[in-house]
């Protein structure tokens, strides 16, 4: 299990410059034009791992694989977007398919690259957004509890659907009270409910410390994770190999890269953590959500394995590194025995036993 972002924002704020950055391509067209991206373009990129890059020596492991992200570069929002302005619906509907958005706002000035309201004001921007998925959202309520289909549903999710439809109407965030509401609400297609980061695209200048409008868009939303990225920097960075990126970044003063970033961001917005198998034939990493029982965790390799679960061996990565084998591990008492109702953490090492 990997995770799926989207990345959303009004028109030329450098949607596609970043997508090409962060997946190393050129399929993204970059224009100075509203829509240049009406389909999205979508990348997958490996979540490199150093945990993963040990293990794989230490078990002369034939194969390395890592786990992935995937970027979707969806086209620009505008206002009116939920009516079906600028191919809006279309457009929203690319959102639905995505685990999380990354809310890219400009943050920059240049009188090179048009912006769309042709000020640059990066909360404006935000609010257009967050109010064309509330608008969407309320849409889909509404149109839930129409009198024919409310038939469909059952007391308990009529009673959701009021309160939700009540909140957005007063501008409110949804609130999810469980997994249950979660679930029922994501079935339906709500959008406002997507865990989200936003993204400041500042010119170089600026990445370190930020600035005015940056600190405008930390000053309206506190609650929300963000960070800054520089598109243009990050578009340089994809272009060269791993020394010179390591001379490039030292240069500029750049200790981690915008994917990095958005990798560290996606992985506690989402509560993903990161397991491993290691042996000959191959080292892997996993994606799992936090708080996965092993049987669950065992899935994530083949379906089979949660059913036919007979118990899990697990070693801390930083065990594995240490002695330098499973066996190594098991002859100091670091190889731990556990049963279906233990909880995988990142970094652990796993081997699954189960019926044949």
Not at 70 to 98: C, P, Q, Y
Not at 175 to 181: D, G, L, Q, Y
Request: net charge neutral; hydrophobic share 35%; with cysteine.
């Amino acid at each position: 299990m990997g995770f799926k972002c989207g990345i959303v924002g009004l028109p030329n704020v450098g949607k596609s410059t970043l997508f090409n950055a962060l997946t190393a391509s050129k399929n993204a067209e970059a224009a100075n034009f509203p829509f240049c991206t009406i389909d999205p373009n979508i990348g997958i990129v490996d979540v490199i791992d150093q945990r993963l890059d040990k293990l794989a020596k230490l078990s002369k492991s034939k194969k390395k694989i890592y786990t992935n992200i995937t970027f979707v570069d969806i086209a620009g929002l505008v206002k009116g977007a939920s009516k079906g302005e600028g191919l809006g619906n279309k457009f929203l509907s690319h959102i639905r398919e995505v685990d999380a958005i990354i809310h890219l706002v400009r943050c920059f000035d240049s009188d090179k690259i048009t912006h769309v309201n042709s000020k640059i004001n990066p909360t404006d921007d935000l609010e257009t957004i967050k109010t064309e998925i509330i608008l969407s959202d309320l849409d889909i309520i509404q149109k839930k509890l129409e009198k024919n289909k409310k038939k469909l549903l059952g007391q308990k999710e009529i009673k959701i659907l009021d309160e939700k439809l009540k909140d957005l109407s007063e501008g409110k965030e949804i609130k999810i009270s469980n997994f249950e509401e979660e679930k029922f609400l994501s079935s339906i297609g709500l959008l406002s409910i997507k865990p989200k980061i936003v993204v400041c695209n500042v010119d170089e200048e600026n990445l370190d410390k930020g600035n005015d409008y940056t600190d405008q868009v930390k000053k309206k939303y506190p609650n929300e994770k963000i960070i800054n990225i520089c598109a243009d920097i990050e578009d340089q960075l994809s272009g060269l190999d791993k020394s010179e990126k390591e001379i490039f970044m030292q240069d500029i003063g750049l200790n981690k890269t915008g994917l990095n970033k958005l990798i560290k961001e996606g992985y506690d917005l989402l509560m993903l953590d990161t397991f491993f198998t290691s042996g000959p034939e191959e080292s892997r990493a996993w994606t799992v959500k936090k708080n996965t029982p092993a049987p669950k965790a065992a899935s994530v390799i083949h379906t089979d394995f949660e059913k036919n679960f007979i118990r899990a061996e697990a070693i801390t990565c930083e065990d594995f590194i240490k002695y330098g084998s499973a066996e190594k591990c098991k002859e100091n008492g670091k190889l731990r025995i556990e049963g279906k109702d233990y909880i995988v953490k990142d970094g652990d090492v796993l081997y699954f036993r189960v019926n044949p």
